[in-house]
């Protein structure tokens, strides 16, 4: 059974019935909506058919939504042709709305002549067509092109250089947000974080909407790489976005800011999504180059819980070859690698101990399963971030919590009832594995249960049970 998790992005090309259907049985975790893109009826719309497949297929898969954030973009263009950008060749930003060319172009940042100076660098395109500035007025920046290219619509664009007076959380932001509130979404990613305030921002409308959703960090520029520890812990879970996170801070530095990120959230215990062409050939083509292959591998090397496809499935040829090119990649580094140590930082709360311990006892019984019943994820949690060899199956009876444990790396949630008997309780887990095929006869499971800081003080307790008729 794979533990790493896979994220896929719906669009164009997989927001089907038919089409959610057969990436679910492909192995999609977790589905990602922009919401760069779609109209509020299309989410709508999409999530119904995520939550029907998902039930008929008696599958666990969790629901991101991703806000788009203080995106900034070019505007249209004359006829919706795209227009090429000579190297050595002025270019005028403007924040007017005009019929784009050549030679000028609109952009949706009206603060975007302020906040720059001469000298910036401004990328285009995710860093495709580089610009410099030349001189700035209130409404317009003169720029040189660096490096040319094809430029579409409503391209995204990146300025390292410049500290943007924007806001990480955006009305539109804030409008997407309660419909995601009103959807039951199972976790939320917010773009261009740059502090832990502006994690705290989101919680406090999450709680505001009368909601209590995760939030996902997603980490792409320079001041989130700085601000990366306080970002962590004002979180829930943390993306590492490498495509504006190349262009903000060099291609060069993803290799290693990726580590480095990934390395930390293990240490505090928070789940990582790795994330941006990780098998980009495949939107044209049926199989992943050497090299994606390869990236796919070392991010579960690194310690990711999930690994993410954007264009691959959103507007891809071949969503579903995508799907199953990752989920053999996973399987195949996870049948030779060793159990990662995730250098756990370690609370005072037993709690962390016993997990520890319990992952113990089941590597040293030869055990098939770790069996939890968990309330709110907290102990499936706690031992996905040990990243035992052995699988954790966490029952709950909570709809949030069977959803969400979706993401976790390792973890199959299942759905039970809570027993105030712990024998009647053990019993109800160990046949549900039984007769789901997912523990054999004769064969011992690890059975937890762990009372999270501040929940009901049940009886915490690590048993060793066999699998019997």
């Not at 190297?87 to 030679?103: E, F, M, N, R, Y």
């Not at 410099?132 to 920046?141: I, K, M, P, W």
């Amino acid at each position: 059974m794979r533990k790493t998790k896979i994220v896929a992005t719906l669009g164009p090309a997989s927001s089907g019935e038919e089409q959610v259907s057969e990436l679910l049985q492909a192995g999609v975790d977790v589905f990602r909506l922009n919401f760069s893109h779609g109209t509020h009826e299309e989410h709508t719309a999409t999530v119904g058919l995520i939550r029907k497949h998902a039930e008929q297929q008696g599958r666990s898969v969790a629901i991101l939504q991703d806000l788009q954030g203080p995106r900034i973009r070019t505007g249209m263009l004359a006829g919706g042709v795209p227009v090429h950008l000579q190297p050595g060749t002025p270019l005028i930003l403007t924040t007017k709305q005009v019929d784009g060319s050549a030679d000028m172009v609109s952009v949706t940042y009206g603060g975007l002549p302020k906040d720059a100076h001469v000298g910036s660098r401004i990328f285009i395109a995710d860093g495709s067509i580089e610009l410099r500035v030349v001189t700035a007025t209130s409404t317009e920046l003169r720029t040189e092109v660096v490096r040319g290219g094809k430029l579409g619509e409503r391209k995204g664009i990146n300025a390292p250089e410049v500290h943007l007076n924007v806001k990480s959380f955006t009305d539109k932001d804030q409008e997407d947000l309660h419909l995601g509130v009103s959807l039951g979404v199972d976790y939320i990613a917010l773009s261009f974080v740059r502090s832990a305030a502006d994690v705290e921002e989101v919680r406090s409308a999450i709680w505001a909407s009368g909601a209590s959703i995760p939030i996902i960090a997603k980490i792409e520029s320079q001041e989130a790489v700085e601000r990366l520890d306080e970002i962590l812990q004002a979180s829930d879970g943390v993306m590492v976005a490498r495509g504006d996170l190349g262009v903000e801070l060099g291609p060069e530095r993803v290799p290693m800011l990726q580590k480095s990120i990934l390395r930390r959230a293990n240490e505090l215990g928070v789940p990582s999504i790795t994330a941006t062409q990780m098998l980009e050939s495949m939107i044209t083509s049926p199989s992943p180059t050497r090299a994606e292959a390869s990236d796919v591998a070392n991010a579960i090397l690194d310690g990711t819980d999930a690994v993410m496809l954007s264009g691959e499935t959103a507007v891809g040829r071949y969503p579903l070859e995508a799907v199953r090119t990752m989920d053999s990649i996973a399987l195949e580094v996870e049948s030779h690698a060793p159990r990662i140590d995730m250098h756990l930082e370690y609370s005072s709360d037993h709690s962390h101990s016993l997990a520890h311990a319990a992952t113990l006892v089941a590597e040293e019984v030869d055990a098939t399963a770790i069996a939890v019943f968990t309330n709110s994820g907290f102990t499936a949690q706690l031992l996905s971030k040990q990243a035992p060899m052995i699988p954790i199956y966490a029952f709950t009876s909570r709809e949030d919590t069977y959803h969400r444990l979706a993401l976790w790396h390792g973890v199959t949630a299942l759905r039970g009832e809570f027993a105030e008997d712990t024998d009647a309780l053990i019993a109800g887990m160990l046949g549900e594995l039984r007769d789901r095929q997912f523990a054999e006869l004769g064969r011992n499971v690890v059975v937890v249960r762990l009372s999270p800081p501040g929940g009901r003080h049940l009886a915490n307790f690590i048993t060793v049970r066999v699998i019997t008729l």
